[in-house]
Structure formats: structure tokens, C-alpha cells
């Protein structure tokens, strides 16, 4: 075959270094018929199980787990398949695939995803977050790195590279812990990370069976794995030091259980508290974890410059309303005054689509990574990031939606079932 069955007129914005998500279609299809495998398949709910038969036990319940009942995480989903798209043909625009690139905090992305934070990714790779940093930055979409990662903010930041986008999310120390956040900060500030993203639905873990029944928490886990942030910072050392005598090296189960204190205090911050943040994170702050009006109103009071519409994945609160319900009345309410990110449930293409038109800037994409990282590590990662993203392409392309600007991708384009 000479030439392409697509041909992507609008590629300009894409021809960075790496191979193009949105051709990624055209490719396998191309030399599907010669040589060209995908690492694994495309059917993304597929990815799943084929993830967790690879995986123990314990790492299995603790990805593929949730709170409680599972009732949070089976409302994400279901929210999605109450909207659904309205097509459009022989829309002028349709000549030229869509535009997929937005602008968040003064940057200019390809793309409307980023890597949502997950800790102690080494349980699922022994590459773990570097294979997930790579990745994200050969696919050029945003790599938020989680403060109970399984490698430190300067290997991390390394594998990233000079040309990643990198956001910091912060498990955020109690106020006595001040001196151990300013110091993640700078280190996070210093190895190139743009955005801080600070957590506020887990100052605890939530009730979360598929753990319990295998009595594992990763942080406490022989080879403490996620406490790598902890075990290279030079204040949580020094007061290691200090208290026991001697250095966390030698006493590691100790301190990985002292760190594990230090970053799920258990006990909340106050709204004045993220003051405390502004005067020590140049740049834009995120509070994730957002599922109220109310609250969102709070972090437009505050003065952040974004929230996630999240509920963790429905790992946290059993019994809580889903995200992507949530999100319109959200948006309504301040997303004139700052980004509104989203997260909790996106499986595939159009569950981006949705979350969009919903008046989402851009998503999360949370457990379908992982399992592409269980799959085939970093090219695990490419592929899944790859495959929603020409899912995305092609699903508004056939929508006859030009681009994800919310002049077009709006709710003009969805229907509710139910109303149908
Ligand atoms: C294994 C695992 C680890 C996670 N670790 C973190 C974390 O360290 N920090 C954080 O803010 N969120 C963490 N999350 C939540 C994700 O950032 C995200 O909110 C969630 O996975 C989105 O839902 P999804 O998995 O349905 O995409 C974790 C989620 C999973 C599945
Ligand atoms: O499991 C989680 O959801 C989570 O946020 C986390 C990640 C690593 C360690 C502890 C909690």
C-alpha cells in the first residue's frame, strides 16, 4: 500500500519527536497485514483482565480494588452511558480530523490527557514510574507524578526528560510536617515540575476489602516500595536521623512506617491551610478530589487555579456519587473562574468525548494505564495512551466534531437517555 487510507491534513500540532497517537490507527492497520503486532489488545476493557491475571494476588486487589461495596466505582461507569453522542453529517469540517490540542496554565498540549497520579507502581513493573514517565513524554501527555511513587522526584523527573510535561501531586503532611512539604516542594520545583496537584480526598486510605483480605498496604511491604520520595529527602532523614540514631537505610521498616504517617496523617488540612501552599509552590496549584459545588466554590475563593472533578477512582468514599455526574453542576458553578480538570472512570474514547463536553478541560486516565504498564511497561503505556487517543480522534471525527474546543465539544453534542 503506497499511501496512507488516512491522511491527517491537520498534523502540524503533532510532529513532535515519537510516533503520532492519532496515525496510530493507520499504522496498525497498515502493517497489521505484514509484520506490525499491538503488544496486546485494543479492546480497552479487555485491558483489565488480561492485566490481572499477570498480577499477584495482592497487587491485583489493590489496583483493581475499590471501596467498600464497589458502589462509587460501578455509579463512575454507569454515569457514562446516560449521556450519550449526537452525530453529525456532512459537517464541512470533517475534511480535517480534529484538532485535540488545548491550552492549560500557559501551556500549549497536543493532547487533553495526562497520566493521573498513582503511587508504588513498581508492584506493577520493576521499572514502574520510569517506564510510566517515558512514556508519557514519547506520547507527549502531561505525567503527574504521585508523592507514594516507587522512584525519587529526580529519577522520575530524569526519565521524563527535558521535553515532558511534569506535574507534582502532593500527599500533603501534616502542619507539623511543614519543613518535610517545603522541602518536597523545592526538590519537585527544581526537577521541573509545573503544576502542584494537591490530593484531598486520601489523608487516609479508604475501607477497601480486596486489601484487607490480603492484609496489604504496598507502603508497608518488605521492599517499600512508594517511599522513595521519603527515603531521599534530606529533612524526613535528618529527623530520622535525629530520633532513631541511625539512618533510614538501616532501619527501613521503621521508617517507611514513619514516612507512611508523615503523608496520610489521617487527619484533614483546613481551607486557610492551602494559603500555607500558595506561599510555598510557584506556579499553579490543583486540589483533586473535588465532588461538591460547595467545594469548588471554596477553591475559586482560595484562589487555585484548578480542581479535579475526582473521587479517586471510587476508591475512597463507598457510597459516593459519581464523578462524571457531579461534573456539569460543577462546571456550571466555577469553571468561568478556574480549570476543571476530570477523573474517575474513563475507559475510552468517548468517555473523554463525554467528560468534555461536560465541560471538562482535559482527563485523568488512572487504572487503564497501569494495566498497560503491567502488559508491556513502557510500550504498554504508549499503546493504551495511543489507543485512547485515536479512539478520541476518530470518535469526534465520526461525530463531525472539529475539534475539542468547547465551542464544538459542548453539551449541544450530548442527549441523556433517559430523555430520549
Ligand atoms: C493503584 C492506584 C494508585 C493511586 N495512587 C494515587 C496517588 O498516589 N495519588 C493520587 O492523588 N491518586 C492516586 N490514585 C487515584 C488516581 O489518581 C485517579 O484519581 C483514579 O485512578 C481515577 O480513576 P480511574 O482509575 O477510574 O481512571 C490511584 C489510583 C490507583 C488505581
Ligand atoms: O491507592 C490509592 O488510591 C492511593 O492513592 C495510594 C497510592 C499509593 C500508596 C497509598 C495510597
Not at 136 to 144: C, D, F, G, L, N
Not at 163 to 184: K, V
Request: a negative charge.
Amino acid at each position: 500500500m503506497d499511501s496512507p487510507t488516512h491522511t491527517r491534513p491537520n498534523m502540524k500540532k503533532h510532529s513532535g519527536p515519537g510516533p503520532d497517537p492519532l496515525a496510530y490507527e493507520t499504522e496498525i492497520y497498515q502493517k497489521g497485514l505484514t509484520y506490525s503486532r499491538p503488544p496486546f489488545t485494543f479492546t480497552a476493557l479487555d485491558w483489565e483482565p488480561l492485566a490481572a491475571e499477570r498480577m499477584s494476588a495482592e497487587s491485583k486487589g489493590y489496583v483493581t480494588g475499590n471501596a467498600g461495596s464497589g458502589e462509587t466505582a460501578r455509579k463512575n461507569r454507569l454515569a457514562f452511558e446516560k449521556w450519550s453522542i449526537l452525530p453529525r453529517r456532512l459537517v464541512d469540517t470533517q475534511k480535517h480530523f480534529p484538532d485535540l490540542s488545548i491550552s492549560i496554565f500557559g501551556q500549549d498540549l497536543p493532547f487533553p490527557i495526562a497520566l493521573a497520579p498513582v503511587g508504588v507502581q513498581r508492584i506493577f513493573n520493576p521499572d514502574g514510574e520510569i517506564a510510566s514517565a517515558k512514556a508519557a513524554a514519547k506520547e507527549r501527555v502531561p505525567y503527574i507524578m504521585s508523592t507514594a511513587s516507587s522512584a525519587s522526584i529526580e529519577e522520575v523527573a530524569r526519565a521524563n526528560g527535558p521535553d515532558g510535561d511534569r506535574w507534582f501531586q502532593l500527599y500533603w503532611p501534616a502542619n507539623e510536617h511543614d519543613d518535610i512539604t517545603i522541602s518536597i516542594l523545592s526538590r519537585a520545583k527544581k526537577a521541573g515540575f509545573s503544576v502542584l496537584v494537591v490530593t484531598l480526598d486520601t489523608f487516609i486510605l479508604g475501607w477497601r476489602p480486596s486489601d484487607m483480605n490480603n492484609g496489604y498496604n504496598p507502603f508497608l511491604r518488605s521492599d517499600q516500595v512508594g517511599v522513595a520520595i521519603g527515603f531521599t529527602d534530606p529533612v524526613f532523614r535528618k529527623q530520622f536521623r535525629e530520633t532513631h540514631g541511625v539512618e533510614v537505610e538501616d532501619e527501613q521498616g521503621a521508617a517507611a512506617a514513619e514516612w507512611t504517617r508523615t503523608v496520610f496523617p489521617g487527619f484533614s488540612h483546613n481551607w486557610e491551610d492551602v494559603k500555607f501552599l500558595q506561599r510555598h509552590w510557584d506556579g499553579p496549584i490543583v486540589l483533586k478530589g473535588i465532588q461538591t459545588v460547595a467545594d469548588a466554590k471554596k477553591c475559586v475563593e482560595i484562589g487555585v487555579q484548578g480542581i479535579v472533578v475526582s473521587n479517586h477512582g471510587g476508591r475512597q468514599t463507598d457510597g459516593g456519587v459519581s464523578s462524571l455526574g457531579v461534573l456539569p453542576r460543577i462546571v456550571d458553578a466555577v469553571g468561568a473562574h478556574l480549570e476543571v480538570i476530570f477523573d474517575s472512570g474513563i475507559r475510552c474514547g468517548a468517555d473523554i468525548a463525554k467528560a468534555m463536553a461536560l465541560g471538562a478541560k482535559m482527563c485523568l486516565v488512572g487504572r487503564p494505564y497501569v494495566y498497560g504498564l503491567v502488559l508491556g511497561g513502557e510500550a504498554g503505556v504508549s499503546h493504551v495512551v495511543k489507543s485512547l487517543l485515536g479512539d478520541l480522534d476518530l470518535t469526534l471525527h465520526l461525530a463531525g466534531i472539529p475539534s475539542v474546543s468547547p465551542k464544538v465539544l459542548n453539551r449541544d453534542v450530548l442527549i441523556r437517555e433517559a430523555d430520549l
